[in-house]
């Protein structure tokens, strides 16, 4: 290590320290409200893991291979925002005074995409941890996929802070076993551990090892006895970066609210101003102005300067190297550059399979596995894994191998029982620019909730690839047959949840997954077979991409409306000839996302559900909760659903069980016709 002008340097990094901890400080008292005692504690710990550890160039936070960050203890984001105000980023003193208020870069805890440096958004304790597993994970494809001889351009680290509250969430016990098992030689977690949570001492809920615990789960681990004690952070560090077959976790004890003469070590200092007495008194301890508020001296100022610098000459250096490395190779070049624009190559669309009429279709799980093939040969970003049921959700790339711990170029993941960590370490991957998903039983999307509604929060491209979606996977019965699912993630704001009538539909759809830049999708599966729609006979699939769409209609104004999405769409189909050939004038509107015809507009929604035909049936083998909003009230119109939780049975039993037949969706459209004043007569009332 270079020697240093020590004294000097200690002297600057002591106020860089001090100046992160007053500031966070100052912001809390200004927002009256905030977590102080956090930044305090861990500000010399980021600080030597910024300054000694970390490339990155302020002046373009995308630069792809900067280090990673991520502070998965959200609630310290005074943390983050003051080491980000120091290390040169876009974000001003003024930010930092605006933190908490209304559309200030400063949120309550960290967004990504507010302020430039946040690498994720953070707060629900864990998911920070597990996100940056699954940015390790996207940083030794990258590195095994694009790296050359001689043309490193892919190699770096992903560092991130948890505190007691990320420790104790399951998910990242998921993560770091993953992680371990994969051996991610380049993740290191630091462990705040200052003892203290909300409720108070840990001591209340949480004695175990985290040390012999991560061992167990082959990490390495060390443990620093003091978060002040620049010298062994900075050693401890060297040795993680070091270790090139294991993760590593430092565990740091710490003194939240450190310098605070009456709330350090307490829970008071955790989430709440520390009070204007006490802030006082705090910075005569680190030997501060006492009365000057958000003091940023002189030489921390020019240490800004010198960091903006450093991270322009570092990545022109990099951007030196690529274009050498373009020279040698343009065709990995520009798909690299693809990858970080999540472009599409020109034409690619074309690979998408179409698939013959057939009364036996296959399920939609099976062709979403041959569409996903399609699209794979040609994107090799595309990739992702279940939580061990990659043979049901049928989501293997059959010309990939499997990423495995060394085998770093596999694309099928083994993510394996561990629901919420696969979606957060999905998150982590596509905040690395991959194209991933993430695949598992619809009814066990309740696992990935939390990180699923961050992927929607963030605005990030994850696909959600959810098989068995309805009563209609029979004998698991109603621990596995999802009811309100559709309803709850239709709920979620920037989420399209698709669900596709059959496979052409589902080709067609997969245009849109592939280039939406900025949403989640969610693609709800059938695990049984569907008919393929004859579309020589009914409309064309590629209506879907409206989000609904009508694929059978009669001469004039219709009589009635039949809504079905997914499996139910052959139902109304079926019903709709019977109808046909008792004189009705039926229309069928196969609506396999909600949020994409919510998007098309008024003179679009005319043409669909005409606002003149309010006798209408929604047929949808789930909760009917939402469904009002298409067929409006009970005087009208009618919606035919699921309303417990199912039951364990064949597929054959459970659909008349539940209503879900032709015969039920005609009797269900003349009760619906009478109310809405249609006289149907005798002939026409047979079934
Ligand atoms: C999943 C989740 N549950 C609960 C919370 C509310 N919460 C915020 S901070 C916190 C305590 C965290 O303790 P610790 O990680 O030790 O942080 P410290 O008090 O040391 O800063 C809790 C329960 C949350 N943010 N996320
Ligand atoms: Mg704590």
Redesign the pocket.
Known sequence: MEAKPKKKKDKLEQLIINTIRTLSIDAVQKANSG?P??PM?MAPVAYTIWDKFMNFNPQNPDWPNRDRFVLS????SMLLYSLLHLTGYDLSLHDIKTFRQLHSKCAG?PEYGLAPGIESTT?????GYATSVGMAIAERWLATYFNRPGHEMINYNVFSI????????GLSGEAASLAGHLGLSNLVWIY?N??????GH?ALAFSEDVAARFMGYNWHVQRVGDANDLELLEEALDRALKEDEQPSLIIVDSH?GYGSPNKQDT?A???EPLGEEEIRKTKINYGWPPDKKFYVPDEVKGYRKDMLKRGKNDEDEWNEKFSKYAFEYPDLAKQFEMTEKREMPEGWEKCLPTFPADPNGPATRSSNGKILNAIGKDIPWLLGGAGDVGPSTKTYLDDASSFERNVYSGRNFHFGIRENAMAAVTNGMVLSKLRAYAACYFVFSDYMK?PLRLSCLMQIPVIYIFTHDSIGLGEDGPTHQPIEHLAALRAVPNLDVIRPADANELSALWKYVMEVKDRPVALILTRQNVPTIDRDKYGPAEGALKGAYIIADSNGKPDIILIGTGSEVQLCLGAYEKLKKQGINARVVSMPCWSLYEMQGQEYWEKVLPDSVRARVSVEAGSTFGWRRYVGLHDKGGVLGVSTFGESAPIGDLWPEFGFTVEHVVDKAHVILKMNGKKISKKSGKK
Request: with cysteine; glycine share 22%.
């Open positions: 977590h005692g956090t504690s203890a959200g609630h310290a805890h707060g629900p304790l864990g998911q948890g505190g007691d509250g990320c420790m104790m969430e705040d200052n003892h203290i949570t909300i409720e840990t939240i829970s200092a955790h989430g939390a």
